[in-house]
């Protein structure tokens, strides 16, 4: 599966960013999906899981009440609703995917197969 993410830009402190990641290929409602982020210097951070049927996911604390993950496999498409955003939510943000039919959280990087090449978002105070 071959993975794109957009949605990216540059928005004001408190403000909402809702990010896309639109898959090509087949299976991709049978794969679980995950979002990170990565600032330079640092390594990527999880952020959001959702597992291949959409009813479970799991959140890092940094962003659990503030970031919402979401798919439609009619669509193909996974989502990160980013609301009430701080300048420390700046960083480039990965889709990835992984062939796991479980619905415990993956939350390490190694866990992912495919990655999407990231959208910049940038918060200003």
């Known amino acids: 599966v071959q993975l794109q993410a957009s949605g990216g830009g540059l928005v004001q402190a408190g403000g909402s960013l809702r990010l896309s990641c639109a898959a090509s290929g087949r299976r991709f409602g049978t794969k679980a999906l995950g979002w990170f982020r990565q600032v330079p210097g640092k390594e990527r951070e999880f952020l959001a899981f959702?597992?291949?049927?959409?009813?479970?996911?799991a959140y890092a604390d940094s962003v659990k009440g503030r970031f919402t993950i979401s798919r439609d496999n009619g669509k193909n498409t996974l989502y990160l609703q980013m609301n009430s955003l701080k300048p420390e939510d700046t960083a480039v943000y990965y889709c990835?995917?992984?062939?796991?039919?479980?619905?415990?959280?993956?939350?390490?990087?190694?866990?992912?197969?495919?990655w999407g090449q990231g959208t910049l978002v940038t918060v200003s105070s």
């Open positions: 990835a995917a992984d062939d796991y039919y479980g619905y415990g959280a993956r939350r390490s990087p190694l866990d992912y197969q495919y």
């Open positions: 959702i597992n291949w049927s959409g009813d479970s996911t």
